[in-house]
């Protein structure tokens, strides 16, 4: 692992600090706590403007890990789907303007009114497919993640690293994962298939926090590292033996907890967390 | 599948209708409404003390196609680790008292105060090590259930069948799996695993209820059969193919809904649904 004075491996995802700051207030918190990689969010660029978003970012020295997010293929027809293939190029766009290291992508989970996960799987398969040569021309990665199990029916079918991976390898070039402790921490299989990720040269992004016991709430609980009971440390070891050299990026939801802090108390204890847990 | 008029092929699992009737009311509720199978808890079996439950159930020619829950190995010392092995065999003996057709295990999450899932898996491996001669020898199959993910920590570290049955095999005679749909259904393995759960004879219980989109609680949140993205048609088709024969058990935790209803209309909801979404 790599020295944990120093903070050149932290980004923040902007979700963490969503209630506190617009995109303008977080890169500008960011850079004054020392944090000089982000991952922000289309409607927190949308809500700025994309090309004030890319100056602000800019102006800040900040490298941007990922932009969040793309996806959501599943649809009841054939027109829903084609708005979210168009939509997703339009994400790929944005992300090229951010010169964003990958577009994140939550997959989708059944359209309204199915109970088919085999043809949901399908077709976010083929919705990648046809979003696929957009990316490579526009040199953005396209970064599948794993969601918890426990958001397969509503928000991702794909819910194990395992799956990601086969769906990202049979796309070849410009797919690979993004792994986030919180939705993968439980797999019997993590530690191979980090592995396997690592092999594949697979991983475009690493998100972090913490998995509460009790979880109040199933979208918006999660917990600030350490407060929980997943092993960070091995975590982030598997992860730097599997090659990955890009930053740890924190990604929290938390209604009942963090969303109502000071957004600098909330940095401040991203980066002594990251530090005690993460290195 | 069988004749879906008939209800020879379904169970109840008592905790569906818990907060409604203690085992006395809730044998003699089956009966009146023709269900002959039935899966009782320890603790309503306690309340009415084992002797009178063996002669309720027997009296009202109910059959017990499990008896929950065992399990709950991990624990901080070894003398917490004894005492869950010791109340596992007390529960043995109780399933035998109740000619129950298997000990339904809840396997145990994380110990007090730690965040090392691989060592509570080992804990779990041990500690059906050591109850499996009993159950053997009471002719009391283990059935290892898998639990969703989102209870890795505070409850089951066993969470997909495949890893369940991984378990089962490395054990042996007299341990196998029981399979709930609301714990497996995303899982992307579930018709292979189901299918070689088949081929191993380890199917020993097959319990359903549906995933409600949203979820309000994780744990008590439940959905009745069809209220939900569960396609519970397909799933017990695999689990038939695969030979299982024995009576499809209705399990739903509902703190919000079911549980705040009168049980008689619980239990015709349940029949209705199970012909109209699972035969």
């Known amino acids: 692992m790599r020295n944990s004075s120093s903070l050149d491996s932290l980004a923040i995802n902007l979700a963490t600090v969503r209630q506190q700051w617009n995109l303008r207030e977080a890169v500008e918190a960011c850079a004054r706590h020392g944090i000089a990689g982000l991952d922000p969010w289309r409607d927190q660029v949308s809500a700025l403007g994309l090309a004030e978003s890319v100056r602000v970012i800019k102006a800040n020295g900040m490298s941007v890990t990922g932009y969040c997010r793309g996806g959501m293929f599943p649809a009841a027809d054939a027109a829903g789907r084609q708005a979210a293939i168009d939509d997703n190029k339009r994400a790929i766009d944005e992300a090229a303007a951010l010169e964003a290291e990958c577009l994140v992508l939550v997959v989708g989970g059944l359209p309204q009114g199915s109970r088919d996960i085999g043809v949901a799987r399908s077709m976010v398969a083929d919705g990648l497919a046809a979003i696929l040569p957009h990316a490579r021309a526009s040199h ?97 070891g598997w992860i730097a033996q599997a090659g990955y050299r890009g930053r740890t990026e924190v990604e929290i939801f938390s209604k009942l907890d963090w969303w109502t802090r000071p957004g600098d108390e909330v940095l401040r204890t991203c980066i002594e967390r990251y530090r005690a847990h993460c290195c």
């Open 140 to 236: 953005i990665p396209l970064a599948i993640e794993p969601l918890h199990p426990m958001y397969a029916g509503d928000r991702a079918c794909v819910n194990t690293l395992c799956q990601a991976l086969d769906l990202a390898e049979s796309l070849g070039e410009g797919a690979g994962v993004a792994i986030d402790t919180y939705h993968v921490w439980w797999d019997p299989q993590l530690e191979e298939q980090i592995a396997r990720a690592g092999r594949a040269k697979k991983i475009l992004a690493y998100h972090i926090c913490d998995w509460l016991i009790p979880t109040r709430d199933l979208l918006l609980d999660r917990g600030m590292m350490g407060d929980g009971v997943i092993d960070l440390r091995r975590i982030g």
